[in-house]
């Protein structure tokens, strides 16, 4: 019988029914008295001097406010990056200013050249339309090879080349990599595209600004992941206010992927304004903008080799990565491509030498940064491609080949700083095996081409790092912030309880499943409790979600703090009972003398915490609240196994997935409903990658695939279902709940899947191809098929 | 300025517009429901799809004006007479077809669109109908799978919940 | 969105005279020409809507001859017109899409990626507006480029029924617009083929193919794919790669017709 309350059980989400009845609450649902809107005047031109901006016809026009240029913001900070990152010489990155809007030069479609405020929006647009531009017209860089060249045109004039950072990581030295590559039986080479993608939640930024003239407070509305986190950057490094002066609220938040943790020039806007303008200030993006605004994700160009022995072991990894940053840094662009996907370049394989390159370049384009997966579909994608092109080259099973050098005994230190703390990849692949009926393939296979199409099948693994920690560790890897969470448990006098977290929820059920750990700790009805997340005016303190890290981190600091919610109950409990407080037990809401009838029900122990007419006050404060901060002691490392299916219409090249199967270790499950809805999301999202998504610029640095005509979102007859397996189920072994994180596994796990696929495919049909870029576009699998 | 009429929910209600109103901004600003979402500037993505006349629209891309005299429902209007989810809530929520819930109005609208048409559509039938909303959370998988159990059909067989 | 005045004539002369104003522009669905608005690509002083013209609505078949509105809905034209026009209207955007977006808007709009303007050629329809009636041949000039005047109305389209006829639509990723459509028909004139998506020039008939298909109408019959020359390259597909698919869609919907 499954359970139907606490760890384990899939209660309906409560949050659904606000949703489902459009009483939500997102940002864009917000409106403040007398608020003005802006309407951010953005670049046209990718590279460019501003050699003037005459602004005096706009502000004549009607319904204007004020009108703000880069000026006005020269004195503030500019836009900070979390993430240091020291580089193959020991330097330093190189980072040059991201200014909130764009000061003596433009450096990418989309940046904000001047912002409108004005009574209506329509308002603020006609005004931004009188704005005159004096604008000279530099060459843009948008290659990344070429932006990497020696005298290649300059993105920020004031760093030496268009090279943030040279990185090598890894136990591969030079002249063992050398050595390990020269020896080897046989070594198979891939170069590949990490296609670029726009990250695309279905609700678009908004923030809105709002200052109090009496007490000189601001509240930032924002649509973002992380609040805390937002004004921590922004009131630091930006704006230069006291952050007990500004509090940041991020409501009911339409998806994010990644897109909503960074601060954003516009969220600095609309606070700095609300002031300046004495009035609050709202923006709402629109697609369009998002397509320029939002930072991008991936986008690598990679070349992978392998080495292997006679016998077909891995002996050696190697890759070579260019990654681009965009014109500038953005919040967590610089550890994405590093301590984000250098790190998981091991896979789930005990090969022993592994030397990681990255070299990240500025380049006249939107920032890129984090989207679902982060580092880790980049990674995942090199080395399941590269390893399913070795099987093919070498004439054996790809699964037989993976599974001949999967990682058997934990604890696994990697050649890539990461202690995999346990996993079991051949039961997982077992799960997989079954799930996506492999042994049935043939079959349909021969279906596939009586009707004239192709079918093939493609296997991989992934290895995902959530949950990034601990502080001390990533701080000397060049973390600027740390990487724990927080969660206060108030438990009120009638025993409902209210837990603030730090982590947000936009779409992962954290107001359903947050409950169920406390429900079944304490053993009382999971409606006596609400999450309250946010909004950094109620929530003490937390670092948000992202990386696949609030059940595993912000969920165990949840833990703690009931802990000691427990404890300090258990005393109050024992005082009334007249007992010792070590002879306590806690089962479903009651508290019992061990071996006694004697009991007293959660709700009496409450209730006295708060009216303590008989209380041990010289022991014990009254109340009953507790705050816990947790810094895990590791990363978690969910694991798993993805099969695809495809067919190819070889008349057109198109490809249609027809089945996907996952096969996911995330430890232990506290809604196994939840966990599979963020499966089937992170697929699809995988499946869109694969076949559909491309962020493309031209030479000139405008952006081509600018909105939903261009740019392929999948839809619903996209994909099919999906078969999601995860009962193989290793817990962690270093976190309370030995849970492990499931948001971006479907993201990193299947783009190789697919992809494999469809070279399985064609093979199958005598075609000569080892490798076709993503999006595995009609036009691309045509081209193949007739190059 | 001029002044619209129409029945959303079933009630009356009026405002007034200019010429370049949107529905969607009319429901919104002018009538605060803000149910209806608005998730792209191309007429693509559909988080705005509400009824008018008891045909499922885009009101993205609909002025207020052209609505002047119409029924109107959205996604408030729908929970049944006791507040309690209708057919299709219910199974969007049972089924956990939806994460974010921002494309979930328009899910929901389009879905009901669906089924007064083809009361048991396919699997495939409801993937092709849904062509004109995105969801970027669920990768589909329960919503498919919640408007077939909405339209009755046994989706016990389908992996995974 | 600039501002506009909107007005909803009752009939056609009514609309005729209210789009006489400088400025004034039809609105048909705004199933188009909202999203242009938006983006302030358009400066309208006023819209004229169609929508409430109740001489343009209908879709019906008599003697042979379906006669659709111009502000008959793609959701109409799905629902009434001969099967094969029906399933092109059935295949336009999406439900939503089809609720609102009439065949004159998209016929006056000639997006060189629509669907509508394929099947006109291919069926040799006539365009009928208030001032005249216009063969599909004269009618479509070019990419966005039409026989009307300014402030024509599209009142309605005439077809002679074919013997048969197949829509095949290949669609373009993102848009799911066509990125090619081939509309085969067998009309009284012989073979027509109507291609969309495909060529700079917007849709244009496939000459070569009718030739051979009226000489034998098999698959088989259809000539190579024609010259990539002129033909459309973008980020969904080389210009050889339109050109191929002209062949095959061409192929598969005469196999449809049989
Ligand atoms: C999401 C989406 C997907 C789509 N997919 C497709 C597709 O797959 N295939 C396809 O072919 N189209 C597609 N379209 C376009 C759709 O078919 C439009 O409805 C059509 O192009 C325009 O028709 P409308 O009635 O909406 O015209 P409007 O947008 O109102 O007007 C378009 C232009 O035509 C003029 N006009 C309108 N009616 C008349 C008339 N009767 N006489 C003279 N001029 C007139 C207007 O002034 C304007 O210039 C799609 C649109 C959207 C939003
Ligand atoms: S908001 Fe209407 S379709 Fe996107
Ligand atoms: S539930 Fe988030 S977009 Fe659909």
């Not at chain 1, 695309?200 to 200052?211: K, L, Q």
Request: aromatic content about 6%; proline content about 4%.
């Amino acid at each position: 019988m499954p359970k139907d309350s606490g760890i384990g059980a899939s209660p309906k989400r409560r949050e659904d029914v606000r949703f489902l009845t459009g009483n939500g609450n997102y940002t864009d649902d917000i409106n403040v008295h007398g608020q003005a809107y802006v309407h951010f005047l953005r670049a046209d031109v990718a590279h460019a001097t501003i050699n003037g901006l005459d602004t005096s016809a706009a502000e004549a026009m009607p319904g204007v406010v004020k009108i703000f240029t880069g000026d006005d913001f020269a004195e503030v900070g500019g836009i900070p990056c979390g993430w240091g990152v020291t580089d193959r010489h020991g330097e330093p990155q190189q980072e040059p200013k991201h200014p909130i809007i764009a000061h003596g030069k433009i450096r990418h479609v989309g940046e904000i050249v001047a912002a409108v405020v004005a009574d209506s929006l329509e308002q603020a647009r006609d005004a931004a339309e009188a704005i005159e531009l004096d604008l000279s017209d530099l060459p843009a860089v948008v290659n990344m090879k070429s932006a990497a060249e020696d005298g290649a045109t300059k993105v920020h004039d004031d760093l030496t080349s268009n090279v943030c950072y040279d990185w090598v990581f890894g136990n591969g030295e030079d002249d063992a990599m050398e050595a390990a590559f020269a020896s080897a039986a046989h070594v198979t080479t891939l170069e590949l595209v990490n296609n670029r993608l726009v990250a695309n939640p279905m609700e678009p930024r908004v923030a809105i600004g709002e200052h109090n003239k009496s007490n000189d407070e601001y509240t930032l509305y924002t649509t973002s992941q992380n609040p805390h986190v937002i004004r921590l950057l922004m009131c630091a490094f930006v704006l230069g206010l006291p952050e007990h002066k500004v509090r940041v609220v991020a409501p009911d938040v339409g998806g994010g992927f990644g897109s909503k943790i960074f601060h954003y020039a516009e969220e600095a806007f609309c606070t700095h304004a609300a002031k300046a303008c004495g009035r609050a200030v709202k923006w709402s993006s629109t697609r369009s903008e998002a397509f320029i605004s939002d930072a991008h994700g991936r986008d690598h160009l990679t070349t992978i080799d392998l080495a292997l022995d006679a016998d077909n072991n891995f002996t050696a990894l190697r890759t070579r990565t260019h990654a681009n940053m965009g014109a500038y840094l953005s919040t967590f662009s610089t550890s994405v491509p590093t301590y984000l996907h250098g790190t998981l370049m091991a896979g789930n394989y005990k090969t022993p030498l592994i030397q990681v390159n990255v070299k990240s370049l500025f380049t006249n384009t939107v920032p890129v940064d984090a989207y679902r997966g982060a580092g880790r579909p980049e990674a995942t994608y090199s080395i399941e491609r590269v390893i399913d092109k070795a099987a093919r080259e070498l004439g054996v099973d790809p699964i037989a080949l993976r599974r001949q050098n999967f990682v058997t005994e934990f604890p696994y230190e990697t050649p890539v700083a990461l202690t995999y703390d346990t996993g079991d990849y051949h039961g997982t692949m077992d799960k997989l095996e079954a799930a996506a009926d492999i042994s049935g393939f043939a079959a349909r296979r021969a279906e596939s081409e009586a009707k004239g199409k192709l079918r093939g099948l493609g296997v991989n693994c992934y290895i995902e790092a959530c949950g990034i920690a601990p502080s001390n560790v990533v701080g000397m890897l060049g973390a600027r912030a740390g990487l724990y969470d927080a969660a206060t448990v108030r438990v009120n006098a009638t025993g409902s309880i209210s837990v603030f977290v730090g982590a947000h929820s936009h779409g992962q059920g954290h107001e359903t499943a947050f409950p169920q750990v406390v429900a079944e700790m304490i053993g009382i009805d999971e409606s006596m409790i609400d999450i309250v997340h946010g909004d950094t005016g109620r929530v003490p303190f937390g670092m948000g979600t992202y990386g696949s890290r609030s059940i595993a981190v912000c969920g165990s600091a949840m833990v703690r703090a009931t802990e000691k919610i427990i404890a300090k109950a258990k005393k109050i409990a024992a005082h009334l009972l007249e007992a010792s407080d070590a002879d306590i037990e806690l089962k479903d809401g009651v508290f019992t003398v061990a071996g006694t009838e004697k009991s007293i029900d959660w709700g009496s122990v409450t209730l006295t915490a708060y009216v303590p007419a008989n209380y041990p006050l010289d022991e014990l404060e009254p109340g009953l609240e507790e705050t816990a901060f947790y810094d895990p002691a590791n990363f978690t490392y969910p694991a798993g196994a993805y099969a695809c299916e495809v067919e190819i219409d070889p008349e057109t090249g198109k490809v249609t997935v027809e089945r996907f199967a996952a096969a996911d270790d995330f430890g232990n499950i506290i809604n196994p409903m939840i966990v599979d809805g963020q499966v089937h999301g992170g697929i699809g999202q995988g499946i869109g990658q694969a076949l559909l998504e491309n962020c493309v610029y031209d030479e000139d640095g405008q952006l081509l695939s600018a909105s939903y005509m261009d740019y392929a979102m999948p839809r619903a007859d996209d994909v099919p279902f999906y078969a999601v397996d995860h009962s193989s189920q290793t817990p962690c072994t270093h976190n309370p709940l030995g849970v492990k994180g499931c948001g971006e596994a479907g993201a990193i796990g299947s783009p190789p899947a697919v992809v494999n696929a469809v070279i399985d495919a064609l093979q199958s049909g005598g075609h000569d191809i080892t490798h076709i870029d993503m999006p595995v576009s009609p036009s691309r699998v045509w081209a193949a098929m007739n190059g | 300025m001029s002044q619209v009429t129409m029945t959303v929910n079933g009630k009356t209600a009026s405002g007034d517009v200019e010429g370049r109103t949107l529905l969607s901004q009319f429901l919104r600003e002018n009538l605060n429901l803000t149910g209806t979402h608005v998730g792209c500037d191309t007429s693509q993505c559909g988080a705005c799809v509400v009824h008018v006349n008891g045909e499922a629209v885009k009101s993205c891309t609909m002025l207020a004006a052209e609505a002047d005299g119409a029924d109107v429902a959205t996604i408030e209007g729908q929970a049944n007479a006791d507040g309690s989810l209708n057919t299709i809530q219910q199974a969007f929520q049972d089924h956990h077809g939806l994460q974010c819930g921002f494309c979930t109005p328009g899910m929901v609208m389009s879905a009901a669109a669906l089924l007064k048409d083809n009361p048991k559509p396919s699997e495939a039938e409801i993937r092709d109908y849904l062509e004109g909303n995105i969801c970027r959370c669920t990768g589909y998988h329960n919503i498919v799978k919640a408007i077939m159990a909405a339209s009755g059909q046994d989706v016990s067989a389908i992996a995974a919940e | 969105m600039y501002n506009f005045e909107f007005e909803q004539p009752s009939t056609v002369a009514e609309a005729v005279a209210a789009l006489a104003d400088e400025d004034a522009q039809a609105l048909g669905g705004g199933q188009t020409l909202i999203p242009t608005l938006k983006q302030r690509l358009a400066s309208p002083s006023k819209l004229v809507s169609l929508a409430g013209i109740a001489e343009m609505k209908g879709v019906s078949i008599a003697d042979g001859v379906l006669t659709i509105g111009g502000g008959a809905t793609h959701a109409e034209v799905a629902a009434d017109a001969c099967a094969p026009l029906a399933a092109l209207a059935a295949n336009i955007g999406d439900p939503a899409v089809r609720n609102r977006g009439t065949i004159g808007g998209s016929l006056a709009n000639n997006d060189p990626a629509a669907c509508y303007p394929s099947a006109m050629l291919a069926l040799n329809a006539t365009i009928v507006t208030n001032a005249r009636e216009i063969a599909a041949d004269d009618y479509f000039q070019g990419m966005f480029e039409t026989a009307l005047d300014e402030g024509e109305i599209i009142t309605g389209v005439r077809i002679n029924v074919p013997d048969g006829a197949n829509y095949q639509k290949f669609e373009q990723p993102a848009s799911r617009f066509a990125l090619v459509g081939v509309f085969v028909a067998k009309t009284a004139e012989g073979v027509r083929v109507g291609v969309t998506g495909a060529s700079e020039e917007g849709a244009f008939r496939w000459t070569e193919a009718e030739a051979a298909l009226n000489g034998s109408f098999s698959a088989d019959a259809v000539p190579a794919a024609p010259s990539a020359d002129g033909m459309i390259s973008d980020l969904h597909g080389t210009a050889a790669y339109r050109a191929h698919l002209v062949a095959v869609l061409t192929k598969r919907a005469v196999a449809a017709i049989g």
